[in-house]
């Protein structure tokens, strides 16, 4: 794989233990609604979470945000006689980190579990391991003398300096009263809380002029002596990213609207205003920005969509301010996002996808995916439009070669993605869900390797005294022991509920999985049906196609055999050399052909 240049300068800082102390990975053995062991490795410094709402991308946030030792979780879980928390014997909720312990000089993992104490029911409290987590026992301790690094019975937990920011609640001051807050003893019209914001303003502005760290009015109205001039790089940075120019940036936290909150006040070169007339895009900006340069280096900088309020160019310049913070603090950051602009220039190993499956449970189905991968998460596939599933990039462009022999009208009803994960993960995790949703605006498209060995049979020609063999027919077809999920019943398993499942998965399968031309992967295909040349006869010797692409590559730009060339280079020469397979060739009419019926099937 080839990396950018910045890409590179970030990677060199994780590899050479530059951001330490930081989290390495963190798995959930029991927690909320995760798919039990789910797991997020974080081998980027900034890492995206992606995925619909509901698919508990917060929650792993907020578990991280209680990784260090002086952090509690409960302090955003905590049980009610609403939404209570029910656990039972050891079955508490609980997550594992791992990071890398230097008096240790390896990774090492901490648990952290749910307990109830005295004063505090959603305590979480560090534990020594648990083997049934797969967690490493820990060494034997030298004879009276405990090690840096650990405990008697666990290692210590991270000591890292968090920042968490959710851009849904951290409202400005003026927000939080006027459109989320409730007055003292005063009728709660719209007409009370401007007098009330009228009344307190002259002496907030009296506040941030004097840039003193106290206020009294009725008790002290600066919480935590916050009150300053932002810095020229702050504003530079501010400035930047919404794209205009700031002469002054005041920021102050404070209690004069009756709430613990932040009030900007923003000079530009025309205009003098605060967050109550600034958009919230700039009242988020400057908080990020004040929160992340503010912060001591390598903190875990945790961010909540970041992307609320802002353009697709702010949210472009966002991702390039963070990646200067993580080269010049050191910090780790970590998002949760539904925006494609945070997510397009990321590399594979830094988006993590949250998806619903069918059992109801998250889970993170691979640890690399691709953009195009998450903007199919984030939300449905485009609307009117066929989704196509394949799995890799040439792939693709072979589809899209048959997508063009139908015309523009036909092509434009067609949305082609490349799903990185690989065909088990397909079959096996988002089959049996778009089977579940009986999702007829999709097409899964496998390799021509993977042509089934046993052919699906329609369902419904299935007789009830087979029905005890559909788990291993299913095994047999796709090759992958599908487990799926159903409710409790007798005996703790819905036999009705798992065999209309199975047959909704054989029906949708059989109308909706096709293959691609051929009999072997993609390279093969276009190998073997483009036109030849000197070049391609001189590296034909080699029996992997896959390669003979690569060698390819390298003889058509003139570089010598030790010279790399990347994916993009191996990519451009295998979609011209698609393009010298004649369009009517018979297996590009086959699948023009199936995409056609899929069109067809959808509009049933």
Not at 365 to 380: D, N, R, T, V
Not at 446 to 472: M, N, R
Request: glycine letters at 6%.
């Amino acid at each position: 794989m080839t990396y950018s240049s910045e890409e590179v300068k970030l990677r060199a800082l994780l590899i050479g233990k530059k951001l330490e102390p930081y989290i390495r990975h963190i798995r959930f053995p029991r927690y909320k609604n995760l798919t039990p062991n789910t797991r997020v490795d974080f081998t980027y410094p900034i890492t995206a979470f992606v995925g619909q709402n509901g698919t508990n991308k917060s929650s792993v946030i907020r578990a991280l945000f209680g990784s260090p030792g002086q952090n509690n979780l409960g302090n955003y879980w905590f049980s009610t006689s609403i939404d209570p928390i029910k656990e039972t014997g050891d079955e508490r909720n609980c997550f594992i980190y791992g990071y890398w312990n230097v008096h240790a000089e390896k990774t090492v993992e901490v648990l952290k579990t749910r307990i109830h104490k005295e004063n505090d029911p959603d305590y979480w409290e560090p534990s020594r391991p648990v083997l049934k987590y797969e967690m490493e026992e820990m060494p034997p301790l030298p004879e009276g003398i405990t090690p840096q690094g650990r405990s008697k019975t666990r290692w210590n937990t991270i000591e890292k300096n968090v920042v968490y920011l959710d851009f849904r609640a951290d409202l400005s001051a003026y927000d939080k009263l006027f459109y989320h807050g409730e007055l003292r003893n005063k009728q709660n019209s719209v007409k009370s809380k401007k007098e009330f914001i009228r009344s307190r303003s002259h002496h907030l502005q009296y506040a941030i002029q004097s840039k003193s760290s106290s206020f009294l009015y009725y008790g002290e109205r600066i919480v935590a002596k916050e009150n300053r001039l932002l810095s020229a790089d702050e504003l530079l940075a501010i400035s930047t990213i919404l794209g205009r120019s700031y002469a002054e940036i005041s920021l102050i936290r404070h209690t004069f609207f009756n709430c613990d909150a932040y009030t900007a006040l923003m000079k530009t070169a025309d205009l003098n205003y605060s967050e109550a007339f600034a958009g919230s895009g700039e009242f988020a900006v400057v908080r990020l920005v004040v929160g992340v340069m503010s912060s001591p280096e390598s903190s875990l900088i945790l961010l909540d969509e970041p992307e609320v309020s802002l353009h697709p160019g702010a949210q472009e310049r966002l991702m390039e301010f963070l990646a200067t913070m993580v080269k010049f603090k050191k910090h780790q950051i970590v998002i949760s996002t539904h925006s494609p602009a945070i997510v397009r220039h990321l590399p594979q190993d830094a988006i993590k996808v949250f998806v619903l499956g069918p059992d109801g449970k998250i889970g993170v189905p691979s640890q690399k995916a691709l953009p195009e991968e998450a903007f199919f998460h984030i939300g449905e596939p485009v609307k009117g439009k066929i989704t196509v599933l394949v799995e890799d990039a040439l792939a693709r462009e072979i589809v899209l070669r048959a997508v063009r022999l139908t015309g523009d009208a036909i092509s434009n009803m067609f949305e082609i993605l490349f799903f990185p994960a690989g065909s088990q993960t397909l079959w096996g995790h988002y089959v049996p869900v778009y089977s579940a949703e009986n999702r007829t605006d999709i097409l899964v498209l496998f390799d021509g390797d993977k042509k089934l060995k046993v052919e699906i049979p329609d369902p419904d020609s299935i007789p009830k005294t087979d029905e005890a063999s559909l788990k291993q027919l299913i095994f047999e077809i796709t090759g992958v022991n599908i487990n799926f999920k159903v409710d409790g019943g007798d005996g703790g398993t819905n036999v009705a509920q798992l065999i209309k499942m199975q047959r909704d998965f054989l029906r949708w399968s059989k109308l909706n999985v096709s293959y691609l031309p051929g009999t072997s992967i993609p390279e093969t295909f276009v190998w073997e049906n483009m036109e030849k040349n000197t070049l391609t006869t001189s590296v034909e010797g080699h029996a992997n196609y896959k390669e003979r692409f690569k060698m390819l590559t390298q003889k058509e730009l003139g570089l010598a055999d030790h010279e790399k060339v990347d994916a993009k280079d191996i990519l451009s020469t295998q979609r011209r050399k698609l393009a010298t397979i004649p369009g009517d060739h018979p297996e590009l009419v086959r699948l023009r052909d199936r995409l056609l019926a899929a069109i067809s099937l959808h509009n049933k």
